[in-house]
């Protein structure tokens, strides 16, 4: 599941300039699925939904409730 509807058609990933997949649950960046962060996202009542996020904002608690439980990317 992607959210498409805010990226113009032909626009490119805002870190890579690779070709969107989806946007940044946080700040609405558009990312390609190499710079996407992929979390699944919790509601405390048996069900989750993913999310993606982009490599700033998977780390950013005050974004990401899971932000504690990872490590940084390491290249």
């Known amino acids: 599941m992607t959210d498409m509807e805010n990226v113009k058609p032909g626009s490119s990933c805002d870190i890579c300039r690779g ?3 989806t946007t940044c649950l946080g700040c ?3 990312v390609c699925q190499a ?3 992929f ?3 919790g509601s ?3 069900s989750v ?3 993606y996020y982009c490599p700033d904002c998977v780390l950013d608690p005050d974004i990401n409730p899971n932000a504690m439980l990872r490590e940084p990317d390491v290249c």
């Open 28 to 30: 609405g960046k558009a």
């Open 49 to 51: 939904w993913p999310a």
């Open 44 to 46: 405390g009542c048996g």
């Open 19 to 21: 070709q969107v997949f």
């Open 35 to 37: 710079c996407a962060r």
């Open 39 to 41: 979390e699944l996202i």
